[in-house]
């Protein structure tokens, strides 16, 4: 069984703060993967990144960057300088390797309604 | 590409009423899923598809069944809609190769009263 554990439920920051979204997870699978999905209030779901349990490196893209953990079995989210557009729910997921490279379910935290006042 | 369309967008439904929700995808893509949203649990998989023709059960099967007579199209029915099936309903679709990247459709807000 896996599970994603995503403790903050809403966070609030004032526009230009840093911000971090924490993901713990757990699964039995030695190889998996790992996203992060925003929603904004619109509804729609728009992937962020992907990172393979393999790959522990850090990613930065922009104002975002993932710092991916797997002694502590964490992939946290950090959003620099926010900004209200940043407002919205943020998901992380999590699935296992398969052979067919799609066909498997993802297994969602409870997400975290971030508000980033002006 | 339209991408991933979900039909209707809004429903209200009655307890005992019987609905059929439709996912539809451009993509040609082989698998396709149906999550629902409720708060506090993101999202869980209700039914899922590798191929026409086949389908499987996920985390959340009851009360739901599916059916993929076509590759692009992946139907959600409920029977016997009930006020615990109030929720947001996800379709989402993906391919051999996609790396497990999921693209999802707008959703469906169905109301059982």
């Known amino acids: 069984a896996q599970k994603v554990t995503q403790a903050q439920t809403e966070i609030s920051v004032v526009e230009k703060e840093d911000v971090t979204l924490d993901c713990v997870y757990e699964?039995?699978?030695?190889?998996?993967?790992l996203f992060w999905y925003k929603q904004p209030p619109s509804g729609e779901l728009v992937f962020l990144i992907r990172?393979?349990?393999?790959?522990?490196q850090n990613e930065i893209s922009g104002r975002y960057s993932w710092n991916f953990q797997k002694s502590t079995s964490s992939f946290n989210f950090t959003i620099t300088a926010s900004q209200v557009v940043d407002s919205a729910v943020y998901f992380c997921?999590?699935?296992?390797?398969?052979?067919?490279?799609?066909?498997?379910?993802?297994?969602f935290g409870g997400g975290t309604r971030l508000m980033v006042k002006p | 590409n339209a991408g991933v369309t979900q039909t209707p967008k809004f429903r209200v439904l009655k307890t005992g009423q019987s609905m059929t929700l439709l996912c539809a995808q451009d993509?040609?893509?082989?698998?396709m899923y149906w999550y629902r949203q409720d708060p506090g649990m993101g999202l869980r998989l209700i039914h899922y598809?590798?191929?026409?023709?086949?389908?499987a059960k996920g985390e959340v099967p009851d009360g739901y069944n599916v059916s993929r007579l076509k590759k692009q199209n992946f139907l959600l029915g409920l029977e016997s809609a009930a006020p615990s099936q109030t929720s947001v309903y996800f379709c989402?679709?993906?391919?051999?190769?996609?790396?497990?990247?999921?693209?999802f459709g707008p959703g469906t807000r169905l109301t059982v009263t």
């Open positions: 989402a679709s993906s391919y051999w190769g996609a790396l497990y990247e999921q693209y």
């Open positions: 699964t039995r699978d030695t190889t998996y993967y």
């Open positions: 990172r393979n349990s393999f790959d522990e």
């Open positions: 997921a999590l699935t296992p390797t398969t052979d067919n490279n799609a066909g498997n379910m993802l297994t």
């Open positions: 993509m040609n893509h082989e698998y």
């Open positions: 598809s590798v191929g026409e023709g086949t389908t």
